[in-house]
């Protein structure tokens, strides 16, 4: 029953299901949001691997995207409940609207019905003045999300952002590598002519070494003093650069020939042969 | 030189992400894109809902190649880095 022909004008426009995919579409896109950025925010939180001030750049470009999309989220989750809003609205006044035409409809042919026809003519105004405040409210709705994309920063460039970061972080890991190496390789080289290094090693790391129960004493001791053992915990733990003595002692120690295992120098070079003897000598 | 071999994990971990961000927003403007909302109501406002929601389609659009863009300069990165451990070697294999 079209109520334009008995109540003169439809004071409810609006297609439900059209409002319904609407809203529909529009949980797709918050969850869609909410899902990414739950995502970049992983990337950047607490147990994030970008840690540090020179991961710092990638972590602000980042954490900017992530906002970005937060507050793309926050403006259509409000647009959702306008669009929510319009829908209760628009079912309730259809609702009516149905009752009302189907009332007035069947007022027609009878003159003693003018007044009751005149009263709903009056609720159907009165209710067309309602849809046209839920509409603004809509509109105003709209204008708001629109304002909030526009406001979104065009100029941010994350891939550039990124890629700038990761380049950063890239020669700072080179450069730590490359630091590192020649310490590590200038120890291990120093080590070898001092002592059974794989033994020290583990000393000075605090992992229990498998030193024959008499040869102990002297693994600490060395470990404690050697000149390659203070180098090699400079390497490892540079933070232990102020336990290192005054002067270091000259390394003093015996070859490692009698002991079995490679210095961890020769087997840095891949030579793995005084291992293989030592393990037939036991 | 482990570190390198963890930094290309990193960074390649970081380009996983941000694909799947982009899938995200690429299905979010997809999901848009079919709408007729021309009868949601009087058509000012249909008229607004209409435009504004094509708009949010173009952020959603340019959100997408943003990560997308994103994921293959982290990938250009980690390609670049060199893969200095490998898992095994031939010597390795029987």
Not at chain 1, 207 to 217: C, F, H, I, L, S
Not at chain 1, 233 to 258: H, N
Not at chain 2, 8 to 27: I, K, N, R, W
Not at chain 2, 56 to 84: F, I, K, N, Y
């Amino acid at each position: 029953m079209r109520p334009e022909r008995f109540l003169g004008t439809d004071p409810a426009p609006g297609d439900l299901s059209s409002v319904d995919r609407v809203g529909g579409s529009l949980r797709a896109v918050v969850l869609a949001l909410a899902e990414a950025r739950l995502k970049v925010e992983a990337l950047v939180g607490a147990q994030s691997i970008w840690q540090g001030p020179i991961a710092r750049p990638i972590v602000a470009a980042l954490t900017e995207f992530g906002a970005r999309v937060r507050a793309v989220e926050d403006a259509v989750v409000d647009f959702a409940q306008a669009v929510e809003t319009w829908r209760t609205g628009l079912v309730g006044r259809q609702q009516r609207r149905a009752e009302l035409t189907e009332t007035i409809s069947q007022l027609a042919g009878r003159p003693d019905a003018e007044a009751e026809r005149q009263r709903i003519l009056v609720e159907v105004q009165q209710m067309a003045t309602e849809h046209t405040v839920g509409g603004t409210a809509l509109i105003t709705a709209s204008d708001d999300l629109a304002e909030v994309l526009a406001d979104v920063d065009d100029d941010s460039d994350l891939a550039a952002d990124l890629d700038r970061g990761v380049t950063a972080v890239t020669v700072a890991v080179d450069e730590w590598i490359a630091e590192s190496a020649a310490e590590l390789l200038a120890t291990a080289e120093s080590l070898s002519e001092t002592a059974g290094l794989t033994t020290v090693v583990s000393q000075i790391l605090g992992v229990a070494g498998d030193e024959a129960p008499d040869d102990a004493e002297n693994v600490r001791r060395l470990a404690s003093v050697s000149a390659g053992a203070h180098r090699l915990r400079l390497a490892l733990r540079r933070s232990w650069a102020s336990l290192a003595p005054d002067e270091l002692p000259s390394a003093s120690f015996a070859a490692t020939g009698g002991r079995g295992a490679a210095a961890i120098s020769d087997r840095l070079r891949g030579d793995t042969s005084d291992s293989a003897q030592g393990d037939e000598a036991r | 030189m482990a570190g390198i071999t963890v930094l290309v994990d990193d960074v390649t971990q970081l380009a996983d992400v941000l694909d799947g961000v982009d899938a995200e927003f690429t299905a979010a403007a997809r999901s848009l894109r079919d709408l007729t909302p021309e009868d949601v109501g009087p058509p000012d406002v249909a008229k607004a809902v209409t435009d504004v929601l094509a708009r949010l389609e173009r952020r959603l659009g340019a959100l997408a190649v943003e990560s997308g863009d994103s994921a293959r300069a982290m990938r250009r990165h980690a390609t670049d880095l060199p893969d200095t451990e490998p898992t095994s070697t031939a010597e390795d294999k029987p």
